[in-house]
């Protein structure tokens, strides 16, 4: 929560546990068996914040700059998103309360944040109501996620054709 | 940012838990009829990945009730000041549905849930509003089977805002015979927390303007 890790050992899994309007971003330079995973709650920081890695404008930057030191290319990278569920107020209610509904604006920030940085997104498993736990096995580049009270599914894997777009609601 | 409470203040907000609660829990045993203990309270200030941990496995599927509440202040309402959390077992949730006599995982079950999280919180936050001269008003409550870490992250994302500290006031409650029992939780925002300080007279408030220590 609010964390951000990244690997090179094959043997890893990267884990962000109960994702709700969370967001887990998950870059993944295959190559190089190179991954990371940020866990973000908000969509920006004001400027005398510190700790990056739990808002998406700076948690990309950082996540990115931390791969890069492990020697993944970003141009070779890509990205998978989970989470980013509306808690409260699925099946079209509203809260009336500001603040909560923070899971589209997570998912908006975070993609910004990607696209400024030139990594296209390939794998979503984003909005709805429930929440996700997502699992990243670094030496196999495999991204899976699992629903609230469902089974775990495959999100991302290298055999994915460079042209397909994932995604899972 | 780096904003911490001292003993005296996490002393106080320990009492405002323990009262809210103990409202919370007269409350519940009237609604049901039967006597509910209440286990003593924890006021908890912690970086928000431990303040996660301290309240259970993030990946564990819960019955959950979210309630927000929003402070009426000098005429401007502000939203969710506090939030209160109630968590509690799936076979919680049937016992609950059963002693009200109502099918649970259904429409009138979450809703008589629901009504249990209303009646606790909207009488744990009065009891605090008498206590500090806060004018607090409970929202509609939110009836949630979900993870855990995905209940309580966004509640905490709300709640903590720029802070990376979270303040966490729980208690138990059981209910006896009903081998049930619930984690009572007020969440309230770094602006509440202030709030109910400064209206205790121990407001060295955290403000987020502050340099970082």
């Not at chain 1, 884990?15 to 920006?44: F, K, T």
Request: proline share 5%.
């Amino acid at each position: 929560m609010g964390e951000l890790a990244v690997s090179a050992a094959a043997d890893d899994e990267l884990v962000s546990m109960g994702l709700g309007s969370c967001v887990g971003v998950a870059l993944l330079d295959r190559e190089r068996g190179i991954a990371g995973l940020a866990h973000v709650m908000l969509p920006e920081a004001n400027a005398a914040y510190s700790a990056p890695a739990k808002f998406a404008d700076r948690a990309v930057p950082a996540l990115l700059a931390s791969t890069e030191r492990l020697g993944a290319r970003r141009e070779r990278m890509v990205a998978v998103l989970a989470g980013g569920a509306q808690m409260f107020g699925g099946n079209g209610r509203t809260t009336g309360v500001a603040g909560l509904d923070l899971g589209a604006r997570n998912e908006a920030a975070v993609r910004a944040a990607l696209a400024e940085v030139g990594i296209s997104v390939r794998a979503t498993a984003t909005g709805g109501d429930r929440g996700r736990t997502v699992r990243v096995r670094v030496g196999e580049a495999r991204v899976s996620v699992k629903e609230a009270g469902g089974v775990e599914v495959s999100l991302w894997h290298p055999l994915i054709a460079a042209d397909d777009l994932v995604e899972i609601s | 940012m780096n904003v911490h409470y001292d003993e005296q203040q996490l002393d106080a907000l320990r009492e405002l838990a323990s009262i809210g609660s103990g409202t919370a829990a007269t409350a519940l045993a009237q609604m049901l009829g039967r006597p509910v203990e209440l286990a003593v309270p924890r006021a908890l200030a912690l970086p928000l990945a431990d303040a996660l941990d301290a309240v259970g496995e993030p990946d564990a599927m819960v019955a959950s009730v979210v309630m927000p509440t929003a402070a009426c202040a000098g005429g401007a309402r502000r939203d969710a000041e506090i939030i209160v959390l109630l968590l509690f077992s799936y076979r919680c949730a049937a016992s609950l549905c059963e002693l009200l006599g109502v099918e649970p995982r259904s429409e009138l079950g979450d809703s008589a849930l629901g009504e249990i999280g209303n009646i606790l919180g909207a009488s744990a936050v009065g009891a605090l509003a008498q206590m500090t001269g806060l004018a607090l008003e409970p929202q509609p409550p939110h009836v949630l089977y979900d993870m855990l870490g995905a209940v309580v992250a966004s509640v905490l994302s709300a709640t903590a805002g720029e802070l990376d500290l979270a303040l966490v006031l729980d208690a138990e409650l059981s209910i006896e015979g009903a081998a049930c029992g619930l984690s009572f939780l007020l969440l309230p925002t770094a602006v509440g927390v202030a709030e109910l300080l400064g209206r205790l007279g121990l407001d060295r408030v955290p403000d987020p303007s502050d340099p970082p220590r």
